[in-house]
Structures are given as C-alpha cells and as structure tokens.
C-alpha cells in the first residue's frame, strides 16, 4: 500500500457512489501517489482485483489525463461520477484535462470522416461522454451493465450533471484558445479558414495516432479530389448483461443535431424514423420512389395512414456526382469552378438553406441528413419546374413571362446579399402558388460570381430554345425582374465572352446575338431597376 505522507490524492467511485444496487454493490478506490516507485503495486495497464483499491502514481495519471495509453483505467475513473476525498482541486483538474483531450480526439475524428459539414453540427457534452463509453464497452463488454444503470437510474440526472461539468470546463478552455465556439450545453466547429486554423492546432496539441494521421491524410487527399472514404456505421454493443442499454450508448450518433432538421445516424431505419417524427404512431403504409436520371437521382418517400399523407424528398450525394462535377469543370473550363466533394455539396446545400430563409427567399426545409450516406431528406415542395414555363415561351407556346421575372428577382435579391446560387438552370427553381422556390443547392456559395449565375441561365435556356423572339421576351423579363432588385454591374460581368464559352457549341449566332443584346440593354445605367 502507499504510507500516507505519500498519497497525493484519493477518490472513491462505484455502484454505491452512482446511486444504483446490484447483486453486488461496491465502492472502489483509487490512490494516487505523489512520486512515481518500482513498489506501487498495481500497473494500471492491468485491471487490478476488485476488492483492492487501484494505486497510481501523479505522474503517470497525469500522462494518461494528458495522452491516450492502452487500457486508460486509471483515468477512467474519472469519466463518471467519482467521490474525491483528497485533494479535490488536482483530481477536478485531471478529470477536466482528460475530458479536454477526449473532446479534442473526437473533434479530430469527426472533422476527418465529415470535412467541411462538421460545421453545420451541434455537438452536445452528452455526446463526447456516450461515444467515449460506447468504444470502452466495445472494448470492455463487462462494462456495459455499470454504464447504463450509472445514467438510467434514479440518480441519472445527477450523474449526468456531475460529468459533464468537466466536459464543460473542457470545452470552455479549447474555447478560449479559438479552436471551437462553446456553450453552456453544446460545442460547434467553425468554419472555413478557422475550422482548418483551429484543427491545426488541434493537431498539434494532440497528434495523431500512425493508424489516425494515415486515416486522416487518406480523407484529407480523397476530399481535395473530389471524392471520399464513405464512414463505417458505428459497431454495435454486445450485452452480456440482462439489461436492456440505453439509445445514447448504443447510439451515439444520434445525439448530434442540426440548425434544421435532425442526424439521421442508421439509414436502414429512416422510413421508421420519418414515420415517427411525423407522429405516426401506429400502423403505417410508404412507397418510395425514384426521381430524376441515373446521376441526379432523389428518391420520393410518402408515408400515410387513415387520416393523413406527409412527403419527403431523399437526395443522395454520391461519388458518381462528383464525376459529373468534374466533367462539367472540364466543360465549363475557366467560366466556372464547380465544388465536386459529396460532403462539401452536401454542406453547401444546408448551409445554403438556413441563409435563403434568412433572407426572406423560399426554399425546402430540412427533415434532417444521413450523415454516413451522404443523403439529405427534405419536405416535399409542391410546384412546377421553371425549364417549363421557359419552354413553353421558346416555344412560341406561351408569353407570360411573370414566373421568369419573379425568378430574376429572386436572384437579384440573392446576389445583393452577396451569394451566389452556382447553378441557376430554370430546372432547379420551382414555381409554387406563393412564388419561387430555389432547389438544388449544393453550388450555393457566399462571395461567388454572380456573373455566372446570370449567364449560365440566359445561355442554357437559349439552348433549349426553338424561336428567336421567344428566348429574347425570356431573357428580357429575366434581367428586368433582376435589374429591379439589383444593379447593373452583376449583369456587366455576364456579359464577358469567357462565360459564353462553355456554350457556343449549341447556340446559334441568332441565339448568341438575342441574349448580349439583351444583356446590354439591361446593364446600361439606364436599364432597369435601382
């Protein structure tokens, strides 16, 4: 045992302590000694027999608090409900360090199989804690049965309470070195220029793993390219047990949340999970269906009972479309830089939504993603393609232009506010009774060409037209609607040669002619609008 002059610090933890009884119930100890010695009895790369208590030296909790060793069990003890009962103040700042570390290796990780979407993600204390004991009672089943009854019994709520305190005080300190943005319940990753900043240094306060910094650079190179390692489900719990585990620690992951819409964490049970956020609460009936072509594909999910149908649209982010992506960066050549990763796609789409809304520009609203098969689930919009009232009037079929109009306002409107829509085919806006929807927005970005977005509708209509004056009432009445919500100097930029390019093969010199005269009529200063 360790004389007393030499305990630097002493807490007890347990069923006792987590205010369960089992067939058993036990408080457990842990010495920490101040000086490291050959006569401490118990290696804590060993798990030591119950009924004696568990000695480790300060420097080596330390280490472990600080840096991941093989079994941790020292400082594991410090991941639940313990009971100081020396020296408080250095068990406090060990378990905070420890859960510092945690919080760190999971940010890592998730920013790894998630890129740029990490983002979007709210990332509540609760979910550091039950991911950390799930991959414990993966690799300790015996486990299993004291972490479900420390946090379903009674005293759960407290339990709860007491451990993510540390993760609290953990998060506020990566907080205050920029690494994350904290809040009395939840963590989100920044964006941009400072996610990558702040995972730097994240790197650098703890490295990787040879086994994570391969994984990592693997992603890292797949994600510049275009494409990426498809995230392996979470592996399911074994209990040995006769007790029935709790969703948190069998499924972690569905503790995450988004801004909109929720984290759909097993794809296999979506149907089910739609169903039970629609409030179908007993028998049901769906039918799934496919929409659009083999590389823009979506699927229709419709759920009814008796009284009532709800719709959502599933949209997939393949890799297939991140070839198509790239064969349009070819296509498109210098007119235009298309973003080809399924993560990136996908988080400009949410991103891109939550902004439009803000702005007072309709759009879908998200259900929720699959974050692990890159889907994004979405209520159904009821409405019309605008490609169809395009046609109709190219056609000499139609003259009503008003929904063409309201569509260049729309984009006036978005570009004022200094985004872009990336992809303004008329396919991809949807007229509804209350106006246009903007769909499809995974080339959404903020501070992009919004000389692009302009042309590439005036030129891609005009390729599907059939008669001249028709495509020039289109084009007249697009940049009119534009012209009153904005300015002429977006409608200038459209007008320069090098957006022209990716088209000229299928327009005619008439066609050519009808959209620049178009577009120098309402780029004057005496043109239209403000």
């Given at each position: 045992m360790v004389p007393k002059e030499q305990i630097s610090a002493l807490f007890v933890y347990g069923s006792?302590?987590?205010?369960?009884?089992?067939?058993?119930?036990?408080?457990?100890?842990?010495?920490?000694?101040?000086?490291?010695?050959?006569?401490?009895?118990?290696?804590?790369?060993?798990?030591?027999a119950q009924s004696k208590p568990l000695i480790v030296s300060e420097t080596d909790l330390v280490k472990d608090a600080k840096k991941p060793s093989a079994e941790e069990f020292a400082i594991s003890k410090l991941l639940n409900i313990y009971e100081p009962l020396v020296n408080a103040d250095f068990l406090e700042s060990a378990e905070?360090?420890?859960?510092?570390?945690?919080?760190?290796?999971?940010?890592?990780?998730?920013?790894?199989?998630?890129?740029?979407?990490?983002?979007?993600?709210?990332?509540?204390?609760?979910?550091?804690?039950?991911?950390?004991?799930?991959?414990?009672?993966?690799?300790?089943?015996?486990?299993?049965?004291?972490?479900?009854?420390?946090?379903?019994?009674p005293q759960g709520k407290g339990n709860s309470e007491f451990t993510f305190r540390g993760f609290r005080e953990a998060a506020k300190s990566l907080a205050s070195q920029g690494i994350i943005e904290s809040t009395d319940d939840s963590v989100r990753i920044l964006s941009g220029k400072k996610r990558r900043k702040a995972l730097s240094k994240l790197l650098k306060m703890y490295p990787l793993t040879t086994r994570g910094a391969i994984q990592y650079?693997?992603?890292?190179?797949?994600?510049?390219?275009?494409?990426?390692?498809?995230?392996?489900?979470?592996?399911?719990?074994?209990?040995?047990?006769?007790?029935?585990?709790i969703v948190e620690l069998d499924r972690p992951n569905?503790?995450?949340?988004?801004?909109?819409?929720?984290?759909?964490?097993?794809g296999s049970k979506l149907v089910e999970e739609l169903a039970r956020i629609s409030g179908f609460v007993e028998k049901y009936e769906f039918e799934e269906k496919k929409k659009g072509d083999f590389i823009n594909s979506s699927?229709?999910?419709?759920?009814?009972?008796?009284?009532?149908?709800?719709?959502?649209?599933?949209?997939?982010?393949?890799?297939?479309?991140?070839?198509?992506?790239?064969?349009?960066?070819?296509?498109?050549?210098?007119?235009?830089?298309?973003?080809?990763?399924?993560?990136?796609?996908?988080?400009?789409e949410v991103a891109a939504v939550s902004r439009l809304r803000r702005l007072g520009i309709k759009t879908h609203r998200i259900t929720g993603v699959v974050l692990d098969d890159r889907t994004l689930v979405t209520e159904y919009v009821q409405g019309v393609p605008l490609d169809k009232s395009v046609g109709e009037i190219t056609k000499g079929k139609s003259k009503d232009t008003g929904d063409v109009e309201k569509y260049g306002q729309v984009l006036g409107k978005l570009h004022k506010a200094g985004m872009v829509y990336g992809d303004t085919k008329p396919q991809n806006a949807l007229v509804g009774k209350d106006g246009i929807d903007l769909l499809d927005l995974e080339q959404a970005v903020e501070k992009g060409d919004p000389g692009w977005d302009i042309a590439e509708f005036l030129y891609y209509s005009a390729k599907l037209s059939k008669e001249k004056e028709g495509m020039k009432l289109v084009a007249e009445a697009f940049l009119k609607g534009y012209r009153n919500e904005n300015?002429?100097?977006?409608?200038?930029?459209?007008?320069?040669?090098?957006?022209?390019?990716?088209?000229?093969?299928?327009?005619?010199?008439?066609?050519?002619?009808?959209?620049?005269?178009a577009l120098k009529k309402y780029s004057s200063a005496g043109g239209s609008g403000p």
């Open positions: 006792r302590i987590a205010g369960f009884e089992g067939d058993d119930p036990v408080v457990e100890m842990v010495i920490v000694a101040k000086s490291p010695s050959d006569k401490i009895a118990n290696k804590h790369d060993q798990k030591p905070i360090e420890y859960k510092k570390r945690i919080v760190s290796e999971k940010l890592i990780e998730i920013q790894a199989d998630y890129g740029d979407f990490t983002s979007n993600l709210i990332i509540p204390y609760e979910y550091f804690l039950f991911d950390k004991l799930h991959k414990r009672a993966l690799a300790h089943p015996d486990e299993t049965y004291a972490f479900v009854r420390t946090y379903s019994s650079a693997f992603h890292g190179l797949a994600n510049r390219a275009g494409f990426e390692f498809k995230t392996k489900p979470i592996p399911k719990l074994t209990l040995i047990e006769k007790v029935e585990s569905k503790l995450l949340r988004l801004e909109e819409g929720v984290i759909f964490d097993d699927r229709q999910i419709e759920i009814w009972d008796d009284k009532r149908r709800v719709k959502f649209v599933l949209k997939h982010f393949p890799e297939l479309k991140s070839v198509k992506w790239a064969l349009l960066n070819l296509w498109s050549l210098a007119s235009k830089r298309f973003n080809m990763s399924p993560l990136s796609r996908l988080n400009r300015t002429g100097q977006p409608v200038r930029k459209a007008k320069r040669l090098r957006y022209l390019g990716p088209f000229i093969l299928f327009l005619t010199p008439k066609k050519i002619r009808v959209i620049r005269a």
